[in-house]
């Protein structure tokens, strides 16, 4: 158990509908990653918040957004759903930058658009 | 940009023998490497990271992995699989011009024979 937890473990909706996927980082840890795995696209990275704040972007469409709240828990907004968003979603919490710095994966969130 | 390139998308090894993971990367900057393993129907777990310190590292469940610069190379090893290793393992670079975000590579799904 990493300590980070992610809700939902899994979700099955419908193309054009919208989703909110919860994560929570272990304690202590300011950063949260966001990423995508998918069996074409493989593990890629969406985005990162360090206490609130946006600090990198990645392939990350336009129809997703993210935000971290002053709790440090983090929410990834998907919307516009499409057949190829079908993936499993995982964040990453963190503490420390640099050498220092190790990213904690959480279980992830299976999503399935149909 | 950076990259990382995991040679073999699929490995069989029997039980008891050398497990060879190979991981090639791509960096402009002294690299952060590390392996991750994902169990089915799990999360990422960390196996070991190199970050320039000793150039061979040594991570849980035996395992280990040699970083060689010349050959901007991190292949990983473990001397005696176990059939418990049987899971996908992935190799990643850290890219710390974006936050330290992590790029993997496509990943090695491991296959132990009785």
């Known amino acids: 158990d990493s300590g980070v937890t992610q809700t939902p473990k899994h979700l099955i909706t419908a193309t054009g509908q919208r989703v909110t996927l919860r994560c929570s980082p272990r304690s202590g840890d300011l950063s949260v990653y966001w990423y995508q795995q998918s069996l074409d696209q493989g593990l890629q990275f969406l985005i990162h918040y360090y206490n609130g704040e946006e600090r990198a972007k990645g392939n990350i469409l336009e129809r997703f957004s993210a935000q971290q709240f002053p709790d440090l828990h983090s929410e990834l907004n998907l919307s516009s759903l499409e057949l190829g968003d079908s993936a499993l979603y995982f964040c990453?919490?963190?503490?420390?930058?640099?050498?220092?710095?190790?990213?904690?994966f959480g279980p992830g969130t299976r999503l399935l658009v149909l | 940009a950076q990259s990382v390139t995991q040679l073999g998308s699929h490995v069989s090894v029997s039980e008891g023998a050398l497990v060879l993971l190979r991981c090639n990367y791509s960096s402009s900057v002294p690299p952060y490497l590390f392996w991750y393993v994902q169990y089915p129907n799990q999360g990422l777990q960390l196996l070991l990271k190199y970050t320039s310190a000793a150039t061979l590292v040594k991570g849980i469940n035996g395992f280990e992995a040699e970083f060689k610069k010349s050959e901007t190379s991190f292949h990983l090893t473990k001397p005696s699989a176990h059939m418990s290793d049987a899971a996908e393992y992935f190799c990643a670079v850290s890219d710390q011009a974006a936050g330290n975000k992590l790029t993997f590579g496509g990943g090695t799904r491991v296959l132990v024979k009785p």
């Open positions: 990453a919490s963190s503490v420390g930058q640099g050498p220092q710095e190790t990213q904690y």
